[in-house]
């Protein structure tokens, strides 16, 4: 049509279409980056608008005004999120529009609820958990916009595997070391450095292991599941084939268990489960892996006083209501005083569970959001691992692709385990719910999974733009 | 890789299913239940701030909340406290609470899942929010009566009432009582003083002596369910006849068992059953149970509801009637001694029971209740607890019972133009450490009109008659005034 009516004489060759900029700017369009990011805008102002609704209310409720406490460390965080955006805009326009604002929803849900539980506390200033969490959430952004423009692409960390498997272990020991190792809550998986200063290396190993056994895995993937010899029905891997990969994650488990973090040890197990198997199509290796794993558990339940004790509370929380399962039973009641619409922002007692701003603010949330608060959250985390699955499903390369659902896998089996566990549909094991509860190397770790995703969903879009220009 | 990837998003849809699933069994489905667990300070906590629900005799509030300016919000109140306190129990901040504070918390505080949508639509309508009130069953009359007669004679005991066609309680009174008030204020100070003192009472006011307080021998008044079972099973009818000895040893034991009026019963060679009821004999009445088989009565017993949980919806403590292990057991448990032991409320559904024609109802205090708006959320209807014993043998029953007032020892309950059906108990507690008798445990328990049962009535006197005092006022006396005056409360209305 355009060409009829600008008058031109010339005519239309299909060599002169296919190299068109026009035809080009067309099909480039119809991928409409500027409309998604525009979405992606548009679904982050309103996660921003959730967030100091959320703090609004509970001001008012509580206090019955309207207070500054969050207004510098959040306008902070809420800057950082903006240039996370148009960070996004410039290095990985084609990025999924979904992932960062359901991120940013979760962070600023869980900045309110740990607010209010600072108000019930009394606590304020530097002391408050919600301004240290606001800092770190900032933190953790600037880190992803960090990762997202020294990395641009996903295929730099193909090329060392090896190197980040080491540096994983490396980070998984650092708490070990005398003098700046230290102990909370009965897990040596800590870094302090000076007194206000500290950092789960684990949480950052995490990624690094995921990315040590795509790179590995996309490697070894053929001789790991074609040659090697059979046993009882299942093809078993020729040592040298698997031995790196087991060493690796032997490091890891043994120093897990040695630092008596049992929900992290499940986290890892889980993640190199999940990627042999995507890798490999071996469904044998999972059933006799996830076999050893129960039969281990058990014998840890019957042998290990910790262990136990967490087992005992799981079958019977009113066993020992005031002591051992005194935190379980308020998460409980807690919940059950939620109900379906919940109590309402500020007007609940989450306060009254040990731990309600960080392993159990699961807990926290459904009690003063009710079993619908609950639903959206876990729908929003159902989200996220859903458009990090679609990248796997999506991606060009076998690297990418293992990548991303590893990492996906990662975060709904860490919610699984959480909230699994503060309901009693598992044991209780001590994670933290991504993004929602109070801890800075979680987000910062959970944010550059984030940053990981946006270029890995990136790739997968812009890839018929690029053959095109080509 | 694909299908792999397929086979993982199946995996973790699964798993968020599960936890969708397990956060609804806690939130949802069993939140009820949490709420309700004694261990939960929320529950309490919650219903500070809230307007408590009242609690209704007839319609008007015997526990009722008024608005405060301290940090509570609200005060509970109890007018007038002392006669309902064994029903209304109280609702205190540092000492828990009980009775039907406690045993319907959830709806007095408006928490319970009935009342759901009145929640959502007074958050929607910013109304603050109200519990419901709590109908009971009580009949003021009954109830202050039972109270009056208790009081006036210095008694300790308990005084229950039944409608025996529904199981409705009529009066619910444990004596001496207390002033509920003492622990409801808003000072801590004062209730954990008032308490103290009320705790260390030895005459403990605190006891719920018609449920839960400590069980009691019922002595004569079990034999009412010795003949329910003999005359169910065919094993005797009114008339049969037993020897007639003054003195009956006991098989295998050198004990002796003596009727109360350390005489035969009555002038004859021969005693019939009725005659044992009516007079209250104790050697027929063994002799019977000797004869049938050792758990004939313990399974009537628990037929009419001993040994079972039972909520009204107070916590009632079962009453005991444990397997007799030989003829001088089964002799001794007869007549209510021994390891028989039951509750003013157990013996008052032995005799609404009886009154109704073998169906015993499952006895209630609690009638509706009912929403801020007035609306009924909750009406109880009569729910059927048992029917142990046929119309025929309740018929034989009540034929011996209401001889027992116009010719026997109940002839105290008898009220003028009115069948009334009654039977007395004096059960013996055996003997303090130096060797002297203790006090006797005094019963009655009876209904009227025999015709058509209005009221079903149980009275126990503690420590009421025996050597403590010189053996005068027995049963046939003390407790059956009361249970007169009680029944008397309710026929005249």
Wanted: overall charge neutral; aromatic content about 8%; glycine content about 10%.
């Amino acid at each position: 049509m355009s060409n009829a009516s600008n008058g031109t004489s010339e005519p239309r060759t299909f060599e002169k279409t296919r190299t068109s900029e026009t035809v080009l700017q067309r099909i480039t369009a119809l991928r409409a980056p500027r409309l998604l990011l525009g979405l992606e805008l548009a679904l982050l102002l309103l996660a921003i608008a959730v967030g100091v609704a959320a703090v609004v209310i509970i001001d008012l409720t509580i206090q019955g005004k309207v207070t500054t406490t969050l207004l510098p460390t959040g306008a902070l965080f809420i800057a950082a999120l903006l240039a996370l955006h148009f960070t996004i805009r410039r290095i990985a326009p084609d990025a999924d529009p979904l992932i960062m604002p359901i991120a940013a929803f979760l962070n600023v849900i869980g900045v309110a609820m740990i607010y209010r539980l600072d108000l019930a506390k009394g606590l304020s200033g530097w002391g408050a958990d919600s301004v240290r969490q606001l800092v770190w959430s900032a933190v953790a952004v600037v880190a992803a916009i960090v990762v997202l423009a020294l990395i641009r692409n996903h295929i730099v960390l193909f090329r060392y595997t090896y190197l980040t498997g080491l540096a994983a272990v490396l980070l998984l020991l650092l708490p070990m070391l005398p003098g700046i190792g230290a102990t909370i809550n009965g897990a040596r998986v800590w870094i302090r450095i000076g007194e206000s200063f500290s950092f789960q290396p684990g949480e950052i190993a995490k990624i690094l292991l995921a990315i040590f056994f795509a790179g590995y895995l996309v490697r070894n993937r053929d001789s790991l599941a074609m040659v090697g010899k059979k046993l009882l029905g299942i093809r078993f891997p020729r040592g040298r084939d698997l031995g790196p990969l087991l060493v690796f994650w032997l490091a890891a488990m043994s120093v897990l268990v040695f630092q008596r973090d049992l929900g992290t040890s499940l986290l890892y197990f889980g993640l190199f489960l999940s990627m042999l198997y995507i890798a490999t199509g071996r469904i044998g290796w999972i059933i006799l892996g996830v076999g050893l794993f129960l039969v281990g558990g058990l014998a840890a339940s019957q042998t290990l006083e910790y262990v136990n004790r967490r087992f005992v509370n799981w079958l019977d929380p009113f066993a020992d209501p005031f002591n051992a399962s005194h935190q379980m039973v308020q998460g409980l009641f807690g919940m059950a005083n939620g109900g379906m619409t919940g109590t309402g922002l500020g007007q609940g007692y989450p306060e009254d569970t040990p731990l309600a701003q960080s392993d159990y603010i699961i807990p926290s949330l459904g009690e003063e959001l009710g079993l619908i608060g609950l639903f959206v959250i876990l729908a929003a985390y159902l989200l996220l691992v859903g458009r990090g699955l679609r990248i796997g499903f999506a991606g060009q390369d076998d690297f990418g692709k293992l990548l991303a659902s590893g990492l996906a896998f990662t975060i709904a089996l860490q919610v699984f385990i959480v909230v699994g566990g503060v309901t009693r549909l598992i044991p209780l094991t001590g994670l933290t719910a991504p993004f929602l509860a109070a801890g800075g190397s979680s987000l910062v770790s959970n944010w550059i999974i984030i940053a990981l995703l946006i270029l890995l969903s990136n790739s997968v879009r812009n890839r018929p733009k690029l053959v095109i220009r080509a | 890789m694909n299908k792999q990837l397929k086979f993982t998003t199946r995996v973790v849809f699964t798993m968020f299913i599960a936890l969708f699933f397990s956060v609804t069994m806690i939130q949802f489905v069993n939140a009820d239940e949490l709420r309700a667990n004694e261990l939960n300070s929320r529950t309490v906590k919650n219903s500070y701030k809230v307007e408590r629900g009242s609690i209704l005799v007839d319609g008007d509030p015997i526990a009722y909340s008024t608005p405060t300016d301290d940090s509570f919000s609200f005060v509970r109140q109890y007018d007038p406290g002392s006669i309902y306190a064994p029903i209304t129990g109280y609702f205190s901040h540092s000492q828990g609470v009980t009775g039907l504070e406690s045993a319907m918390n959830l709806e007095l505080s408006g928490s319970g899942n009935a009342q759901f949508f009145t929640r959502i639509m007074n958050t929607l309508n910013g109304v603050a929010p109200q519990g419901s009130s709590v109908q009971t069953t009580i009949n003021p009359k009954a109830q202050e009566a039972a109270v009056a007669a208790m009081a006036e004679e210095g008694f300790t005991g308990a005084v229950v009432a039944i409608e025996p066609k529904t199981g409705r309680i009529l009066a619910l009174a444990s004596s001496p009582t207390f002033d509920p008030n003492l622990l409801s204020s808003n000072n801590n100070a004062d209730i954990i003083a008032n308490y103290a003192q009320l705790d260390k009472d030895p005459e403990q006011p605190l006891q719920n002596r018609a449920i839960a307080g400590d069980l009691y021998h019922p002595g004569s008044v079990y034999k009412l369910l010795v003949a329910a079972a003999a005359i169910e099973d065919g094993e005797a009818t009114p008339t049969t006849e037993f020897a007639n000895p003054a003195q009956l040893t006991l098989p295998q034991s050198t004990s002796v068992m003596q009727n109360a009026s350390r005489t035969t019963c009555g002038t004859g060679a021969k005693a019939t059953l009725e005659q044992a009821i009516v007079m209250s004999c104790n050697i027929p009445i063994a002799e019977l149970a000797m004869k049938m088989d050792r758990g004939a009565v313990p399974e009537m017993a628990r037929a009419f509801g001993f040994e079972q949980e039972l909520t009204v919806p107070l916590a009632v403590t079962p009453s005991v009637s444990p397997l007799p292990e030989d003829q001088a057991q089964t002799a001794l448990s007869s007549i209510g001694q021994l390891d028989v032991r039951v509750t003013p409320l157990q013996i008052a559904m032995v005799s609404a029971g009886i009154a109704n024609g073998g169906t015993v109802m499952k006895p209630t205090v609690v009638d509706q209740v009912i929403t801020p708006d007035l609306r009924v959320e909750t009406q109880v209807s009569p729910v059927e607890l048992s029917k142990p014993i046929s119309k025929k043998t309740a018929d034989a029953v009540t034929g011996m019972m209401e001889k027992g007032v116009t010719e026997g020892l109940a002839a105290k309950s008898a009220i003028e133009g009115v069948r009334v059906a009654g039977k007395t108990g004096t059960a013996e507690n055996g003997t303090d450490a130096a060797g002297n008798d203790l006090p006797f445990t005094l019963w009655y328990t009876g209904f009227a009109p025999v015709d058509d049962p209005k009221i079903a009535v149980a009275v126990v006197v503690e420590d009421g008659g025996g050597e403590a005092y010189g053996y005068l006022g027995g049963s046939y006396d003390l407790p059956t005034a009361v249970g007169k005056r009680v029944m008397e409360a309710v026929l005249s209305e």
